[in-house]
């Protein structure tokens, strides 16, 4: 794991006056491809990546909570019985969130002092606040002495997501935070919650291009995309799209028939492309690719004109193998299947002529693929 996790325990041990106990570290991810599926029931292929998010602990005598963020450089301080949603928001909603999770399930917890540091771009559709979540929920456990299972932690954070940060997230990105491995892809299937590891083939790298349009998802039409999927079922009297047909969905009105339509296609785009990537078959993961990323422009509406420059612009650089629209959508990143030998080329290409053709600064990041949570001593 890259995060400079010296630097993180000198900032605690600078912040309150000894050293911590424990470091936790989790991943943030980027979804392959099988957008807006998850809360749907439906299939995705997210990577945990190498960039994370690490939380270093220790634990304390009383129920107090001490928490600091070193990249904002600000702190809070409560007690357990109070993790109550905190007024202002941002990253202290989510310590209380997970601290609320954990308690909500009847888990002892002592109180901790803890600080938090990462690498994971925030807000930008790398999911580090999933990566946030884990590595707190690992860290407290630690703290606690109490051993869960990554899956169950997972499941925690998302409903302290739900609680706490107000988006209506699957389980996707929580999944990935604590289930990825080295190397590998994640399958999951968002109905059963089955996962399956998918090797990555030999010379392919990923890399994430993030348009730095700002995004926020409680604050775009990421919650009414939701609603129009759960509309679009209920309309056909079925519990998710997960089993919706493509005949089936014709007969809704024409937005809903839309999204409906996206996420029809876009599961069976998922298995095809965990095959295509066993099967190491650039040609047909490039195909898959460009289909999701039209169908999330035209038909799902969650993409804009700077992602949709970056896609067109990956298309035409050196080693693209494919190109599409990552995460939620409404700005943040690209993810690209790229020849390895020419990652680094590909990145500055799309990266100098976005920046001509718009003036932003967009920022090309070469990826691996990691395990998920990960605690050790400090
Ligand atoms: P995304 O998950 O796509 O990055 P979100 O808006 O869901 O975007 O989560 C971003 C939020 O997570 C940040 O605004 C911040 O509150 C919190 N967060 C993420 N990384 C850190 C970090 N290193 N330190 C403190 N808070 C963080
Ligand atoms: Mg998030």
Redesign the pocket.
Known sequence: MPADTANLARAFAAQHGYEPRFIAEAP?RVNLIGEHTDYNDGFVLPVAIDRT?AVAVAPREDTRVRAH?V??DQRDDFSLDNARRHPMG??RN?VRGVLWALLDSQLHLSGVDLS???D?????????????ELALAGAICAASGIELPARDMALLCQRAEHMY?G?QCGIM?QFAAALGREGRALFIDCQSLETEDVPLPNGVAIVVIDSKVPR??AGTPYNRRRDECAEAARALGLASLRSATESQIESLPDALRRRARHVVSENARVLAAKAALRDGDFGTLGRLFAESHASLRDGFEASTPEIDLLVELANAAPGAIGARLT?GGFG?CTVNLVEASEAQRFGDAVVSQYRERTGLDGEAHVCRAVDGMQVRDA
Do not use: K, R
């Open positions: 943030g998010v963020s990249d904002h941002g990253w989510y938090i540091s990462g994971v771009p925030q807000g930008a559709g790398l999911s580090s606040s999933a990566a946030l940060a988006v990105d926020e998802l995460g943040g």
